[in-house]
């Protein structure tokens, strides 16, 4: 955890990661957990399959935030969960006033504890986070995005148990 937690620090504090692209925010439960997190964006500037009326782009998002076990059977835990993810998303090349748009991602998690309650344990801190997920863009410059994300974590069976645990999730950001 202490090497991806220098890791992370090390990417936000050097010269380009300074040019933060947004912010986000994301509120979510599963599986008896609440989730909280911030992140920060940095927009790729590359685009794919631009010949139609959408395309497909991407960012990076680094987060950290807390899971909160809230299960009847007990010893629930507090997780701190630190977050770096390249996201993909299908948006409308020419945004209107409400743009949609679609995403999915495959990222790299670190967690401390590695169970949230006495029968939920996660086996290894290292964490695969994928989800997928939709919402829109809004605002004069599509400065809001607000959207919903299916999440799900676990370490891929490098270690066991590998229960994992399946979140949903509601993403606000804010770009700047």
């Known amino acids: ?22 912010v986000s925010v994301e509120l979510g439960n599963g599986d008896y957990t609440d989730t909280a997190r911030v992140g920060a964006i940095w927009k790729w500037d590359k ?24 299960s009847s059977i007990g010893n629930n835990q507090t997780i701190t969960d630190l977050g770096l993810t390249p996201v993909f998303r299908l948006q409308e090349k020419s945004p209107s006033a409400i ?6 991602a ?3 998690h670190m967690i401390t504890p590695t169970f949230v309650y006495a029968n939920r344990q996660f ?6 986070g994928d989800h997928v997920g939709f919402g829109v863009r809004f605002g004069e410059h599509q400065q809001f995005d607000l959207g919903y994300r299916y999440q ?18 509601v993403h606000f950001a804010y770009h700047f």
């Open 1 to 22: 955890m202490k090497k991806f937690g220098g890791f992370l620090c090390a990417l936000l504090l050097s010269g380009n990661v300074l040019a933060v692209d947004g």
């Open 47 to 70: 685009q794919w399959f631009t010949e139609g009326d959408w395309l497909v782009t991407g960012f990076w998002e680094a987060t950290v935030g807390s899971w909160k076990g809230r």
């Open 99 to 104: 743009a949609p748009y679609l995403e999915g």
């Open 106 to 108: 495959i990222g790299f």
């Open 123 to 128: 086996g290894s801190a290292f964490q695969f």
């Open 152 to 169: 799900h974590l676990s370490n891929g069976g490098i270690k066991k148990p590998n229960q994992g645990i399946n979140l949903n999730q």
